[in-house]
């Protein structure tokens, strides 16, 4: 059984760039949701294989990664976002930024770029990919499509409806550039870090 991460700030910590209300429906239900869908997944494939009935596995495998897919990207969100205290990529996560992108400015801005196409339901992902020795931005749609195999996702920016329309409406934009202010760094430099080592 996978279990609800908790919320490393309180729910209006992120405002005014992400408000209460938007944050507590995002963690509290939807949030939440994905982690029950997991679990109830878990438990049928578990008694699928206990009865050595398969009939359903297309279906109960494409539902794990959906759902499992939703959980990962959730807790890496809501652990990548903090309140509006200026943070920066540290120097080693920096260099690799400039080496891979040639400078911050053309990271982010391929990055907001790249969040304001992302097809329906979906995320922008900076991600590191250990075969290629670099940092990539990848899009994401729903949560489980169009990765590259082995990626290690460090920073996400959810592109679904659900993230933003509550407080942001139609402007995508307006969205993107209120989460650059609420970017947790720290936590970006931590998990990179750890996955270097
Ligand atoms: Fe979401």
């Not at 878990?42 to 294989?49: F, S, V």
């Not at 920066?88 to 990271?107: A, C, H, R, V, W």
């Not at 990919?129 to 195999?149: A, S």
Request: net charge negative; charged share 25%.
């Amino acid at each position: 059984m996978i279990k609800q991460k908790e919320l490393p700030y309180p729910l209006d910590a992120l405002e005014p760039y992400y408000n209460r209300e938007t944050l507590d429906i995002h963690y509290n239900i939807l949030y939440k949701g994905y982690i029950d869908n997991t679990n109830k997944t878990e438990e049928k494939l578990a008694k699928a294989r206990e009865t050595n009935h398969f009939e359903n596995i297309k279906c109960l495998e494409k539902d794990l990664s959906f759902f499992g897919s939703g959980v990962i990207l959730h807790e890496l969100f809501f652990y990548n976002m903090g309140p509006a205290i200026p943070t920066s990529p540290d120097n080693e996560l920096m260099e690799q930024i400039q080496k891979d992108f040639g400078s911050y400015d053309s990271f982010k801005q391929q990055f907001t770029e790249s969040s304001k196409v992302v097809e329906a339901s979906g995320w922008n992902l900076l991600v590191w990919v250990p075969d290629f020795h670099k940092l990539e931005i990848l899009q994401c749609e729903k949560h489980q499509n169009l990765t590259l195999w082995g990626c290690i996702p460090l920073l996400v920016l959810d592109m679904w409806e659900h993230s933003y329309f509550l407080q942001y409406k139609t402007k995508r934009p307006e969205y993107i550039n209120a989460f650059w202010n609420i970017v947790n760094w720290n936590e970006v430099n931590k998990r990179y870090k750890q996955i270097k080592k």
